[in-house]
């Protein structure tokens, strides 16, 4: 393993082939007018995320993903603590 790179970073590497540097940070925008949530990528993929909040917090079932300037909207696939899968749905907005 490289040195400063967990395990996460290992699968995410892996399973998403990225061309430059790839934005850690993300926000989660509800369609409510409810405040965002900052959160951190973890891992990776063309049909979803694995994400980390800063807290434990309840999460509606579909919601939208701000990442790297992209907007995709989302639903909640898994929760495990603090770590959270999302699925795409639809289409991207920039």
Aim: positive net charge; contains cysteine.
């Amino acid at each position: 393993m490289e040195r400063g790179r967990d395990n996460s970073d290992k699968r995410r590497w892996s399973r998403f082939a990225p061309k430059g540097l790839v934005s850690r940070t993300a926000k989660i925008s509800f369609f409510a007018g409810l405040p965002s949530i900052d959160c951190r990528v973890i891992d990776l993929s063309a049909g979803g995320v694995c994400i980390e909040l800063p807290s434990n917090c309840e999460l509606p079932d579909h919601f939208e993903l701000l990442h790297g300037g992209v907007r995709r909207p989302c639903r909640l696939a898994w929760k495990r603590g603090f770590r959270v899968g999302l699925e795409y749905v639809g289409s991207f907005r920039r």
